[in-house]
């Protein structure tokens, strides 16, 4: 009774298991490749779409920018091929203080957003009265000028770059001054003098002494209104020499004329003369 009992246990199984594969049959070959043509095609658009991200971030305290990679995820360092673009795009030392968050973006807005990043720092080593923090100021500028930005934008940079090279001449003048200074100092410490610099140390010393007289402690520390004052006072001068140079151009052409209206009557008895004769 067992092994019948056992037979037709393994009879009924191998029945199942026929049912079993009836119920469930095989994925045909052709949908595996359709499902395989899907995912490869997914996976390009992916990594397009990933090679025209960019992304702006920091590394070892300098502003880095990252091209995608063409894969479905992943960046490296952006180096153009253009050497121009190379520079606009090359590492830069971020200021002490300052952080830079990691920021995506595509090609269109890469320029502008560095600009607002950028920017931001030119503005604020200008607000401190130091020749350092210019002179800072003026290498972020050289590195905007090689963004392509937008007519806002541009004109931003404009009175940005106006009022680092304002600065600079200000910082120049002063140096100007306190040089003057120096060079009076020297010139007062001469003593036993070779005779043949006496005249040429005399004239010197008139000219540092006019200069002084000229400019007072109060343009030490110049202002944009000082900058315009003497603007104006060149522009009067100017003015005041070219009028005087027009009046006497215009009385020596007179005189000119007059000598030869002078002239021609002479030159007319003269000929009488000789046709009487």
Known sequence: MDKEDTIQNNLGSEK??????????????????????????CLYFLSLINSKKYRITSKNDYLIVKKGL??????SEYIPKDITKREAYSPLKIPKGETVP???????ELDVTLFKIISKW???????????????????????MKLNVSPEDFERYSRLKGEVVFKQAK?????????????????SELKNLNPEFLKEAAELIEKIDKINKAITNDYILLSRQDIDKMKEDIKKECISSCIRDTIEKSTNETLEQSKQDNYKPTQENTSEQKNDQ
């Open 122 to 144: 030119i503005e604020k080593f200008l607000q401190e009265e130091s020749e350092e923090n210019v002179r800072i100021a003026s290498s972020y500028i050289e590195r905007l």
């Open 171 to 187: 910082f120049n003048f002063n140096m100007g001054i306190e040089l003057i200074k120096r060079a009076r100092e020297k010139m």
């Open 102 to 108: 990691v920021i995506e973006v595509d090609k269109g």
């Open 70 to 75: 063409f894969l479905p995820y992943g960046f």
């Open 16 to 41: 199942k298991d026929q049912a079993i594969e009836k119920k469930s049959p095989k994925v045909p070959i052709w949908i595996w490749v359709i499902i395989l043509i899907l995912v490869i095609i």
